[in-house]
């Protein structure tokens, strides 16, 4: 069929069609070309008039206000190789990504296993703090610390003696234990802007931890003191960063609070030598687990949460593993068979790393799942719900709970 030809009307008609568009293409272009122009004369004139304002230091302070949190949310690759680390010391999920610590390195990868940030930083004996905001790496016995976000070093300081310690909040504030010439204990406090807003000495007792409390407003130090007697106690202090005025003061007899940590409700749990004890938010004591004549192989706190291991058998690896909520109440006491390296909760459920394999243990059901893995495998990660991450030497493998423990798709 021949093609119809094209009426005088409709070819006018498409001629003026083609000549509004060429003009307001034409338009556009002129605007973009001025808004070009712009853009060379703003930055000329503020090389120019700016230019000793302009350093590394500001450039550093512009993008931490840029979120660097990866658009990938779901990790694509099964295994993350970590480059040019000989001796791996820490790991931490750092904005959806693996933060990896080494004696000369700092590393972030994102969830293809690609590396977004890969410093050189010497770090003797070093010690990984991950939040929202910063990452905190310090040199335990050391004198400097640095903080990161996954572009750059955002910030360095060093102190005349060691860091023993140290603690980072959601938002970025954080804490340093150090001490001074006159101070057997000195804690400084610093906002998320880096700047110094609180300070605390003590000249005879030794800081062995400390935690903030979400809102960043309040923090809890446990200081280790020895009485008339001889006999060790433990220093309770609950500090918000604008009073002078301590909150709460306490002390625990002829015990060694060695880690603390706030609960969801504004109360807090202490882990010591001999016990266990968790506090309401109005430092009156709700209930202390005992450990009786046994002492814990592996334990630790995330609030919410309190587990740990021992083995009350003279000879053999079986272990009795028990898990309590934020109140001291106990919610699970299972046994399991091997070495224990790992315990940790996440989503309901405790998994427990061993020797040469993982086991998923429900804390609705009791149910146990063992699946094997390779040895030598440091720690494990929660990256997400659904997300694990198995931490060795010269790789961390990736692995859905779903699939792994359930053979689900």
């Known amino acids: 069929m021949a ?3 094209k009426t005088e009307e409709q070819l006018l008609e498409e001629t003026q069609n083609a000549e509004y568009y060429f003009r307001i293409a034409k338009r556009f272009r002129i605007i973009m070309f001025s808004l070009i122009l712009v853009l060379v004369v703003f930055v000329t004139a503020m090389f120019s008039s700016y230019r000793e304002e302009i350093t590394v230091e500001n ?58 940030l890969d410093l050189t930083q010497s770090n003797a004996s070093p010690q990984l703090l991950c939040s929202d905001q910063y990452m905190l790496v310090y040199n335990l016995g050391g004198t400097t610390f640095q903080v990161y976000n996954s572009l750059s070093k955002e910030y360095e300081e060093s102190f005349p003696y060691g860091i023993g310690g140290a603690a980072l909040s959601d ?33 005879d007792k030794l800081i062995m931890d400390a935690a903030f409390k979400k809102g960043d407003k309040e923090f809890i130090i446990a200081a280790l003191g020895t009485g008339e007697n001889g006999l060790s106690y433990t220093e309770i202090l609950l500090c918000q960063t604008d009073k002078e005025e301590k909150k709460a003061q306490f002390r625990i007899e002829d015990e060694v609070i060695y880690r603390v940590r706030y609960t969801g409700d ?11 004890y968790f506090y309401d938010k109005n430092s009156e004591l709700v209930r202390s687990v005992s450990y009786g004549s046994f002492s814990p192989t592996t334990i630790d706190t995330t609030g919410e949460y309190t587990y740990y291991s021992m083995n009350k058998n003279i000879v053999g690896s079986n272990y009795e593993v028990t898990v309590t909520d934020g109140r001291g109440e ?80």
């Not at 990790?75 to 010391?89: C, E, P, Q």
């Not at 101070?183 to 000249?203: C, D, G, H, L, M």
């Not at 504004?266 to 266990?276: H, M, P, R």
Request: hydrophobic share 40%; aromatic share 12%.
């Open 330 to 409: 106990i919610i699970y006491v299972g046994n399991v068979n091997g070495e224990i390296s790992k315990l940790m909760i996440h989503d309901g459920a405790l998994y427990v790393l061993l020797d040469r394999s993982i086991m998923r243990i429900s804390m609705e059901t009791g149910n146990q799942i063992v699946k094997e893995i390779d040895t030598n495998c440091i720690t494990i990660q929660a990256l997400d719900k659904n997300t694990l991450m198995l931490c060795y030497a010269d790789q961390t493998k990736v692995i859905d709970i779903n699939s792994f423990f359930f053979g689900g798709t």
């Open 3 to 5: 093609m119809e030809e």
């Open 171 to 203: 938002s970025g504030t954080f804490l340093i234990v150090t001490r001074t010439m006159e101070y057997r204990s000195a804690v400084y406090v610093y906002n998320k802007n880096f700047e110094q807003i609180y300070r605390w000495y003590t000249p």
């Open 266 to 276: 504004g109360g807090y749990v202490l882990i010591g030598g001999k016990a266990i």
């Open 59 to 116: 450039l550093r302070y512009f993008l931490k206000y840029i979120d660097t949190r990866q658009a990938e949310k779901k990790a694509t690759a099964d295994t993350i190789y970590h480059s040019d680390i000989d001796s791996i010391v820490r790991f931490g999920i750092y904005r959806n990504g693996l933060a990896v610590v080494g004696y000369d390195k700092i590393q972030v990868y994102d969830l293809a296993g690609e590396a977004i």
